[in-house]
């Protein structure tokens, strides 16, 4: 392949990091690589594992373009990383500056959320719509929205996060310090735990969620709460429903501010099943006002958004 | 004044009519006029009342473009009102058309929140700034968002509310229909109404606010709630920062979503003091994200803000 016509995306997510190659203009990767960090780590062993990463994936090809996804805040330009939430040493690093210097070519980064939406806008469900709002549910709840297809990341780069919007300001503290985001309710280890006080409180309760378990209450995970619930156990569904109805208000919510054409959710918690996506849905349309439209669908590309994003990110700048 | 340089804008408030005229690129009014409609009255009467105060302002003169801003939502071209929600007969009404067939000249439409938001960005405290939010907040709560200079209406032109985006989902109804809207929490009736049930169950509370009210509770508004407030009337001074901490939240909600460079506060109970601004701007920005910014202004156009939103939309179709 000539080198102007390669493409390199770069995926840092906090606990693994992935790198991949892709012809311009191309649907599968050439190659891709992951790799799993350390528990004790920080930015430049990160950077350094990465940037080896990539070198193994180009062997000596030099990118035409560079797409980075950071999982943090990064300025609305797309050039500077803020901080890193989970490790040190990613304190206002001027990364896409390091990255052109490492590979010579253009580079262009952008935050999870905001480049996973971008990522479902340009190569998955995303398709035709002129507005789309990306939403992924895992451990954490990310988000992005993309207008008019470019990433909208606002004034400071910080627009599209819905998984820190309030939804009860009474409501259990989330990691950023506020109470009762999206996040703190409806993320996996979350309603995990709210599953876990319940089979305190309640002994006689939730016996098939004890059972998959194996009997040790702390061994509950978000995504045990809904095989629990998808085998009919009736304390697990009150609680995953209950996670799904809070995402769902902040999804109305957002609605009611952006009034996108479509709602992309992705992330393990969108795994959860049938009657998770019946609550979801049910919350937002009636959180949303009647007149906003509420279309509200799986994502299509896995852990793999925000390393699509990147690769859109990269061939923008070749246009 | 030359016919192609006459500028004709129309707002349409509910319970109050206005028109006004006004030159091409000038920022004063050549001519103003309000109408107050009859308590029963339906949309042909305002179409009727409207467009007689709009031809005596014309005086046989053709404008050159026609703006309107409507009082409840309008498709997002702007060309279609789908209801009012104060008055029967304005349901599916083409009223663009209506008006061009009217006046012999291009007309433009949006709902008020939205084009209030134009009006400001144009005209008021928004100018320099990419992306504005503005809320009005009087007996009810409107806003609208305007980006790149123009109105961001969404999908549905339903952008921007808001008014009804949800706070505490166990909060108190709103007119809409759903529970702890910012609205149901913020605007002036519903503080007032607060205040009424906290004055019946606590005898010896009040005061001052009993006193402004000349000792009947019905009589209790927002605007002597604030009033009391500024005197140190120690319940009113609970219930308007609890009001404006409701909308506080909604800000910062709004803020990790879209994240504007600046927001925009209007209307009668943004005029309700120094403890009420602060205690607005504080639950903002405990809401907001560290890395959003929090630059809450008060705006500057008042009333007109809609009108002159209505020059901005009819200019632009000129360019």
Redesign the interface.
């Known amino acids: 392949m000539a080198q102007d016509q390669l493409i390199l995306a770069l995926d840092y997510g906090g606990t693994k990091l992935m790198a991949a190659t892709v012809g311009r203009g191309a649907r599968q990767w050439l190659a891709l690589e992951r790799s799993v960090s350390p528990p004790q780590h920080d930015g430049d062993y990160e950077r350094k594992t990465m940037h080896a990463l990539a070198h193994k994936l180009l062997g000596g090809a030099r990118p035409a373009a560079v797409g980075i996804s950071f999982g943090g805040?990064v300025d609305a330009g797309g050039r500077l990383v803020?901080l890193s939430h989970h490790i040190p040493g990613w304190e206002n690093i001027p990364y896409c500056d390091q990255v052109e210097a490492e590979f010579g070519a253009p580079a262009a980064m952008a935050n999870d959320g905001n480049i996973g939406a971008l990522g479902e806008y340009v190569f998955g469900v995303g398709a035709g719509c002129?507005?789309l709002l990306y939403i992924t549910v895992s451990t954490g709840v990310g988000g992005g929205w993309v207008f008019d297809g470019k990433i909208f990341?606002?004034?400071?780069?910080?627009?599209?996060?819905?998984g820190?919007?309030?939804?009860?300001?009474?409501g259990p503290l989330c990691v950023?310090g506020?109470h009762g985001c999206v996040e703190a309710l409806a993320c996996g280890p979350k309603f995990a735990e709210v599953a876990q006080a319940r089979l305190r409180a309640e002994p006689g309760a939730g016996a098939k969620l004890r059972a998959l378990a194996g009997g040790d209450i702390a061994n509950v995970t978000g995504q045990l709460v809904a095989q629990a619930a998808a085998e009919g156990d009736a304390l697990a569904t009150e609680v995953l429903l209950e996670a799904a109805r809070s995402l769902g208000?902040g999804i109305?919510?957002?609605?009611?501010?952006?009034?996108?054409?479509r709602v992309v959710v992705g992330g393990g918690v969108s795994k959860s099943g049938p009657a998770w996506w019946a609550a979801l849905r049910a919350a937002a349309r009636?959180?949303a006002?009647p007149?906003?439209?509420v279309e509200i669908v799986p994502a299509s590309l896995g852990d793999d958004a925000p390393l699509w994003g990147a690769v859109a990110l990269a061939q923008a700048l070749l246009k």
């Open positions: 805040p803020f002129r507005s990341a606002g004034a400071d780069g910080m627009a599209g996060e819905i820190h919007t309030t939804v009860d300001p009474r950023c506020r208000i109305g919510t957002a609605l009611n501010l952006i009034n996108p054409e009636a959180t006002l007149q906003a439209r």
